[in-house]
Structures are given as C-alpha cells and as structure tokens.
C-alpha cells in the first residue's frame, strides 16, 4: 500500500545470478538461488551476455583448479549486465581473521576471472570504517580502493561478516582505471577555481590543500584534484565547499557545501492531523540565527538528520510555500498539521530504528554516512500516494479530500522509510517476489513504529485516531 512506484522506474541495470559451483550451465538465469541441480518454478530460461558466460566459465575452472575451497562452494555472482561485472558475491563461507582487508582482497583476487582481470592482478584496498549492527551484530566493513597510490573515489568495496565472524558477502568490485596518474594543470590551478567562486568572502582559506585523486564517472575514470575551502561570511554565512577539478582540462567535476546555516537547536510544537489524533507534540528543529526563524529541519539528532520541504507553491494557502517549512515562532499552533505530523513522525520514526540497531547509516545522502532524509509535504495536487524516491527523498500527496486525507500519517511515514531502507540494506529488486517482500517489510515497519510510538487501541478492528492498531493507512481514509 502506498507504494513508491508512483514514479520509480524499473531499474535500468538487470542483475543477473550464476551459480558457480552448481551444475547448472551459465547460460541460464535463475529467479531463484536454489543450489546445485535446482531449477525455477516459472521455468523461464533467459539470455546471459557471451561476455558473462564466459567470465562464468573461466571463474568456474579457476576454483575447480584449487579444489572448489569449501568457502565458496555456495556463492553466487550477481552480475549487472550495463558493465557485465560483478556487483554482488554472496553465499560465501570465509571465516574473517582480524585482518579483514586480506580477507576480501583474497576474495577478489579468486574472484577475478569474473572481474576479467589475472589473478595475479594487484587489488589496492583500505580500510574506511566499520560498522557492527546493534541488533544482528553483523559487522559491516567499508573499503577505499586505490591505483597507483590514489584513491578512486565512488569506489567503495563493502565486506559483511556475520555475528559468528563468517565473512559471507562482498558488495562492489575492484577497479582497474587505464588513465595516466600525471597531472596537466597545477594545484594553483586547481584552487583558483574555488578562489574565483569564494575568494571574496570573510575569512576564506584553503581548508584542505588538494590532493590527486581518481573520480569514477559512470564507467570511465578521472585524474582529479580534490581540497575544501571553507569562509564564515556575515552574509554569505558559513561555509566548507569540496572541489572535484578535472587534473587534466581544469574543469570542475563538482562542488558542494558541506555546511548549510549558521543555526542551532530548537524546540517546535503544533498540532498533529486531526486523523492522528489532534494533540500537541513538541519535537527538536532548527533555529537560524541569519533570518530569526524557526525550521522543521533537525541538525542535530544521533538518530539520524531530516527536513521538512513544502511542496507546495500555494502563497495564499501556505506561508513556507515551495520553502523549508518555517515559521517566525516557534510554536506551529494548528496552522499547518500535515507539517507537524510530518515532522513529529519522522523523527519517532528515525528513533524506532536507531533504538532497535537496523543499520540506518546507509540511508544518506552526505558524505557523513548518517540518516539524512529530506521529506516533501503537501506534494501535487489532490495527490493521493506517497512514495520514496531513491536518490533524492519521501514524497506525500495531501489527498483528494474525498477518498483521501494528508498521507504523512505515523504508519505510512514509517512504512515509506521502510522502503529506503529495504533498498540500501538489502537492494530486493522492486518486482515479483522481492517486489513483495519490499512492501512486505515496509507494512511491517509501518505497525511496529506505530505500535511504538502510540498507546495500542481497545477498539480493533474499529479505527480510533492516534492510537495503533494493526491497520495501514487507516488514519488516512475518509
């Protein structure tokens, strides 16, 4: 219910699973992950890229040459056929050491035949972060690769051991960039690019001197400069850019702020939708001290960042229109509920999963590798859905006012960040069964959170606002 595929298209890149060590040949494709000798119900046998088969093929003699190791006799190689590489090795049985980068550096180097490289083909990775799940205590290890001594940027490789220390999935795939390491421009030409974008401002500096770096574009690579400049500007106010410029043609790649406002912790009140009960809440926002207003944006949480964003380009209906939704108090009163609702359940939302470890970091859209997750209220006209749209937020109609009232309620808010999550913890392709299990788990984080957060009714199967039932979407209906 409420799906995200409103606008979502499917995706662009099919994946493929071969089963290396089965004996099924690796010219066909499986829906399911059955083991040796397994076949689909459906029956169905599609066409696998050549250039897949054969991979497939070399990567099946290699391990056969080392006796198929027992860590592998399960794993399975999830293709993307747009650059027909792995972007999964999964089902693997590799007991971790305390050196988990030769871990995965020897997995990939068994691996290559699949990658289309030499097994004695040099694999640069480091270690980034770890991170271990509060409630599976599954480690989760974020690796940088690097060529030539540079780092690739946008090349990540994660390893993810299980709470018995079995290293038992590798996300990503090492890269090989064919571009020369020697730069054309200097790092005086570098700079002067941010200098002639932010030079004029107070206090500006070089915050972080450039350094080469390899930035992957799509499939190709580039030879950059990466450094930070930073400024504290009364009218420009704060700010800290990250430069990627082009080492060879002295273009800028990109650039972005890492800082937003000059702003601090603020509490906001209002009235929650009268379908959600109608009371007072008070949750933490953000006070900017530049224009003296009040924001639903919460820059300071440990469970995780949001923002509030009125859709809406109504002036006469709404005074934040097409804005961060602000007021020039404090307290909401019952001027907007659907922002309140929104903001309030956002935040009991973000609570639930960090209090019960789900491994939210993933779910980000900075480089910080927290929650960060912009919210859009009051979205079309007469809209009745919502969605999550990958890559850029969640999305909720105001309804129609006839079948439909604002969809921002607690249950659909926490069933639409279910689907974020689903999609960067497990990546289940939005169709048939795993399409099923994605609304599955979001209807299911959509009744814990509000089992969570709200007193359970008395009256189920009857609705009674503001108190948790079983019920999707229940507060909701007219």
Known sequence: ??????????????????????????????????????????????????EIQEKSKKQKKYLQSKGNPVEYQEAEVQWSVSNQKPSHIRGLHKKASKNIVADTKQILKDFAPSYGVNTSTSIDIRLAKNDTSKLTKERHTRLKQYYNNIEIVGGEILAHTDKTGVLYQVDGAPDFPSISTTPSISTIQAIA???????????????????????????????AYRYE????????????WIYYIDAQTGKKITAYNMVHDAISPASISGSLLVGEGGGVKTFTGTFDTLDSKYYMYDAFSTNGLYYI????????????????????????????????????????????????????????????????????????TNYNNAYWYPGNGMYFGDGDGINLKPLVTLDVMAHEF?????????????????????????????????????????????????????????????
């Open 1 to 50: 219910m409420y799906s995200h595929m409103s606008l979502r298209k499917y995706p662009a890149s099919i994946l493929i699973v071969v089963l290396l060590l089965s004996n099924i040949i690796p010219g066909e494709l499986f829906a399911s992950t059955g083991r040796s000798g397994s076949t689909p119900k459906s029956g169905v046998v599609q066409y696998i890229p050549k």
């Open 193 to 223: 690019i941010g200098k002639k974008e932010h030079g004029t401002k107070k206090k500006f500096k070089i915050a972080v001197q450039p350094e080469l770096v390899i930035y992957k574009l799509a499939s190709t690579h580039v030879l």
């Open 229 to 240: 400049v930073s400024y504290d500007d009364p009218i420009a106010r704060m700010g800290q």
């Open 309 to 380: 964003f009125n859709a809406s380009s109504n002036t006469g209906v709404y005074v934040d229109a097409f804005d961060y939704a602000n007021r020039s108090t404090s307290n909401w009163g019952t001027s907007d509920t659907t922002e309140i609702s929104a903001g309030y359940n956002m935040k009991k939302t973000l609570e639930y999963y960090d209090m019960f470890g789900f491994g939210t970091d993933n779910i980000s859209f900075t480089a910080t590798g927290q929650v960060y997750m912009p919210v859009f209220v009051h979205y079309g």
């Open 418 to 478: 279910g689907h974020a999550w689903t999609e960067n913890t497990s990546n289940l392709v939005y169709q048939d069964e795993p399409g099923a299990l994605n609304e599955s788990f979001s209807d299911i984080s959509g009744v814990n959170v509000e089992m969570y957060v709200q007193n359970a009714s008395n009256n189920y199967p009857d609705v009674t606002p503001g108190q948790a039932d079983w019920l999707i979407g229940e507060d909701v209906m007219i």
